[in-house]
């Protein structure tokens, strides 16, 4: 039986990073499966924290096709710093648009991908006994969040994690990216059996490029060959810390140690780095690259570094490591030891954990890991393997279908229970197509 589901997200496609891809991945899983699939949805704006180009003139709604997936885009503010009470403001304005955006018949199921968490709010609006589910995908842990990064000072972090409570537990079916999120949803009351793991998957594919290719981007990019290129690719937010990466190059300078730490990628915080990394010869910062180079210029780089804010544990998985281990290099994460990256790097075996905030352990982990070639290669094999088997597009999707599929029947509405899926190779979708606009962007 094919099911009416309502997708509430902040982020879809074309944002390349961050939680976009994995919502208009379960959008898309669900469709394929034969449901009827309307996504609400933000701007693209992350993680630049602008509007995308095409985006700026809009306001109101702006109704878009993703190929069988129904889009609606509610336009909002972005605020230049989301690190406070601008982001709560934004994501506030866009649980308003969402509440009422879905017009017609009410949907079977309803999900929430938070954050946003005020998102989750505008789906529980729709929740009724023997008519329509709720689920909620946990991508972050808000309270966490607030807590570990001091985005809000006083009661700010009590105030977010009672909130999210109240809304978590209201909601018939919570998903967790990672068993260390389960244990922190039950932390927060949700009951165990409405909780169900599904980990994000690896949407970077294996790049096949030869040596030459490599070669060439290399020396494209100005990386040289008696140099250790240690690559940070993503954003550049408060969570990241990245000051510790600016160290360690800084400490790279004064000890001649032949490394360079490039900053790919763009985010709230680049300007500021740009301006404390001022004149470090081994610190280099690029612009975001188009998605076949950006995959290339991670297998081109030596090593790949994760850094994470000292103090930030429970909030997050970091995307960017599903893409790290299926570029195949090793990973170096300054991480707590407490945090899921560092479970993730201790089960893949694909890298190596120093602490966070000690630019000398950071640069001593990259020295080490580049400039042996047979580490290299052994972390580099067991990430790839890790993400071809742990973080399959695969199994996410067979899990997301089985996962709606349990929320309707829990309502009183039954779906058809799909096979499992081959494994193929098939072309990335089409991009988002607009269809309607209020206004012409």
Same mark, same amino acid.
């Given at each position: 039986?094919?099911?009416?589901?309502?997708?509430?997200?902040?982020?879809?496609?074309?944002?390349?990073?961050?939680?976009?891809?994995?919502?208009?991945?379960?959008?898309?899983?669900?469709?394929?499966?034969?449901?009827?699939?309307?996504?609400?949805?933000?701007?693209?704006?992350?993680?630049?924290?602008?509007?995308?180009?095409?985006?700026?003139?809009?306001?109101?709604?702006?109704?878009?096709?993703?190929?069988?997936?129904?889009?609606?885009?509610?336009?909002?503010?972005?605020?230049?710093?989301?690190?406070?009470?601008?982001?709560?403001?934004?994501?506030?304005?866009?649980?308003? @648009?969402? %509440?009422? &955006?879905?017009? *017609? !018949?009410?949907?079977?199921?309803?999900?929430? $991908?938070?954050? /946003? +968490?005020?998102?989750?709010?505008?789906?529980?609006?729709?929740?009724?006994?023997?008519?329509?589910?709720?689920?909620?995908?946990?991508?972050?842990?808000? @309270?966490? %969040?607030? &807590?570990?990064? *001091? !985005?809000?000072?006083?009661?700010?972090?009590? $105030?977010?994690? /009672? +909130?999210?409570?109240?809304?978590?537990?209201?909601?018939?079916?919570?998903?967790?990216?990672?068993?260390?999120?389960?244990?922190?949803?039950?932390?927060? @009351?949700?009951?165990?059996?409405?909780?169900?793991?599904?980990?994000?998957?690896?949407?970077?594919?294996?790049?096949?490029?030869?040596?030459?290719?490599?070669?060439?981007?290399?020396?494209?990019?100005?990386?040289?060959?008696?140099?250790?290129?240690?690559?940070?690719?993503?954003?550049?937010?408060?969570?990241?810390?990245?000051?510790?990466?600016?160290?360690?190059?800084?400490?790279?300078?004064?000890?001649?140690?032949?490394?360079?730490?490039?900053?790919?990628?763009?985010?709230?915080?680049?300007?500021?780095?740009?301006?404390?990394?001022?004149?470090?010869?081994?610190?280099?910062?690029?612009?975001?690259?188009?998605?076949?180079?950006?995959?290339?210029?991670?297998?081109?780089?030596?090593?790949?570094?994760?850094?994470?804010?000292?103090?930030?544990?429970?909030?997050?998985?970091?995307?960017?490591?599903?893409?790290?281990?299926?570029?195949?290099?090793?990973?170096?994460?300054?991480?707590?030891?407490?945090?899921?990256?560092?479970?993730?790097?201790?089960?893949?075996?694909?890298?190596?954990?120093?602490?966070?905030?000690?630019?000398?352990?950071?640069?001593?982990?990259?020295?080490?890991?580049?400039?042996?070639?047979?580490?290299?290669?052994?972390?580099?094999?067991?990430?790839?393997?890790?993400?071809?088997?742990?973080?399959?597009?695969?199994?996410?999707?067979?899990?997301?279908?089985?996962?709606?599929?349990?929320?309707?029947?829990?309502?009183?509405?039954?779906?058809?229970?799909?096979?499992?899926?081959?494994?193929?190779?098939?072309?990335?979708?089409?991009?988002?197509?607009?269809?309607?606009?209020?206004?012409?962007?």
């Amino acid at each position: 039986m094919s099911l009416s589901v309502l997708i509430l997200g902040l982020n879809y496609a074309p944002e390349p990073t961050g939680i976009a891809p994995y919502t208009t991945g379960m959008a898309r899983f669900l469709a394929d499966a034969g449901h009827d699939v309307h996504v609400v949805t933000g701007l693209p704006h992350y993680p630049h924290w602008e509007v995308a180009a095409g985006y700026r003139r809009a306001h109101g709604v702006l109704h878009e096709r993703d190929g069988d997936v129904r889009l609606t885009r509610i336009a909002h503010p972005v605020p230049a710093d989301p690190t406070g009470t601008d982001r709560i403001r934004m994501e506030a304005a866009f649980a308003a @648009g969402a %509440a009422r &955006a879905h017009r *017609g !018949a009410r949907p079977d199921v309803v999900l929430a $991908v938070s954050p /946003a +968490l005020l998102t989750v709010g505008a789906a529980l609006r729709w929740r009724a006994p023997g008519r329509t589910a709720v689920g909620v995908v946990t991508q972050d842990l808000y @309270g966490r %969040a607030v &807590a570990e990064t *001091g !985005a809000l000072g006083g009661r700010g972090p009590r $105030v977010v994690a /009672a +909130l999210e409570r109240a809304l978590l537990t209201r909601a018939d079916g919570v998903v967790a990216i990672h068993e260390s999120f389960r244990r922190s949803l039950g932390d927060l @009351g949700v009951d165990d059996r409405r909780i169900t793991t599904i980990r994000n998957w690896s949407h970077v594919r294996p790049v096949r490029a030869g040596g030459v290719d490599l070669l060439a981007l290399r020396r494209r990019l100005g990386w040289r060959d008696d140099e250790v290129v240690a690559l940070h690719a993503g954003n550049m937010g408060a969570k990241q810390g990245l000051e510790n990466v600016v160290e360690a190059a800084r400490l790279a300078d004064a000890t001649g140690a032949a490394v360079r730490f490039v900053l790919l990628g763009t985010g709230s915080r680049r300007a500021h780095l740009e301006r404390y990394g001022d004149g470090i010869a081994s610190l280099q910062f690029l612009d975001p690259l188009p998605s076949s180079e950006f995959e290339l210029a991670m297998a081109a780089a030596d090593v790949l570094v994760l850094n994470e804010k000292p103090g930030v544990e429970e909030m997050c998985v970091p995307s960017k490591l599903t893409s790290y281990f299926a570029a195949g290099r090793p990973v170096v994460a300054a991480t707590s030891p407490r945090s899921a990256a560092s479970a993730e790097i201790e089960a893949s075996g694909g890298g190596v954990r120093v602490d966070p905030g000690v630019p000398e352990e950071l640069l001593g982990a990259v020295l080490r890991c580049g400039l042996d070639a047979a580490t290299a290669g052994t972390l580099g094999l067991r990430g790839q393997l890790f993400a071809r088997d742990a973080l399959s597009e695969v199994a996410a999707r067979n899990a997301y279908v089985a996962w709606v599929a349990d929320l309707a029947e829990r309502r009183g509405r039954r779906a058809r229970r799909p096979g499992p899926v081959v494994v193929t190779d098939r072309p990335a979708p089409a991009p988002v197509r607009a269809l309607v606009s209020e206004e012409a962007s």
